[in-house]
């Protein structure tokens, strides 16, 4: 379905005014966090609304946090990796989830592992080839050195290859915000994966609209010059997209 959002506009806000260029359209996709289902279903309703739009350089970016918390992580990185061959206008952001999984994948010990549980990684670990007994069965140094055997090497390369933000017209999208009063081009990884309350409590404006996730609210958070479109898909059932064309921007939601 689409959602509509009425508004008192209490003079003009960058979102209002910004655009991307001719004969190009975007659709930014919010945190999935293993709802493959919703996901897809997210998918199919991106190809309605571009074939009722007409033609255009479609371009699709997932926002990060593909994996963690619901429990398809593993099918997730298949079907966004599917999307890639299918369309290769999809890029995807790097996004906190992203970096603690491949931490704990790539130089494995007990401390990240740990840390991965923590955060929701016990449904990604267990979207891969593990059964439950065998999981618990597990000690945290054993879970550790098992864990780079059930991964496939094709969904690491894969996430290794996310990038950390992008731009397009007045628009960049981002996983987790930008730290205020810092140029765009001087953003640490750091701060488009992690930032959180410094950046949505950020009153002035930015130097371009900032379409990001990583914050979940109940329904789409537009500001002055962010729109946040995490609805926390793994609890709600809620998986949000942006689409912008010209100076225009909807919303399609699961």
């Not at 995807?92 to 989830?97: D, R």
């Not at 609209?209 to 914050?215: A, D, L, R, S």
């Amino acid at each position: 379905m689409i959602s509509r959002f009425f508004k008192k506009r209490l003079g003009t806000r960058p979102i209002d005014t910004a655009c991307i260029p001719a004969g190009m359209r975007v659709y930014a996709i919010g945190d999935i966090h293993g709802r493959n289902d919703l996901f897809e279903q997210l998918l199919a309703q991106i190809d309605a609304d571009e074939v009722a739009r007409g033609p255009a350089e479609t371009h699709i970016i997932l926002l990060g946090d593909l994996v963690d918390r619901g429990p398809s992580s593993a099918q997730v990185i298949e079907t966004a990796m599917t999307l890639k061959s299918a369309k290769p206008n999809t890029r995807f952001l790097m996004g906190n989830h992203e970096e603690v999984f491949l931490a704990a994948c790539r130089d494995p010990n007990t401390e990240i592992v740990r840390f991965l549980i923590r955060i929701g990684g016990e449904a990604t670990i267990m979207s891969y080839p593990v059964t439950r007994i065998e999981y618990l069965e597990l000690d945290i140094q054993e879970l550790a050195d098992r864990l780079p055997s059930l991964v496939p090497e094709k969904h690491l390369k894969f996430l290794e290859s996310f990038e950390d933000k992008i731009e397009i017209g007045d628009y960049a999208f981002v996983h987790a915000g930008v730290k205020p009063g810092q140029p765009l081009y001087g953003q640490s990884p750091k701060h488009l994966r992690w930032i959180r309350d410094e950046f949505v409590g950020h009153k002035g404006d930015f130097e371009k609209v900032i379409v990001y996730g990583h914050t979940i609210s109940a329904d789409v958070d537009e500001a002055r010059s962010r729109i946040g479109i995490d609805t926390g898909a793994y609890e709600s059932g809620k998986l949000t997209a942006i689409g912008i064309e010209g100076a225009q921007r909807w919303y399609l939601q699961t």
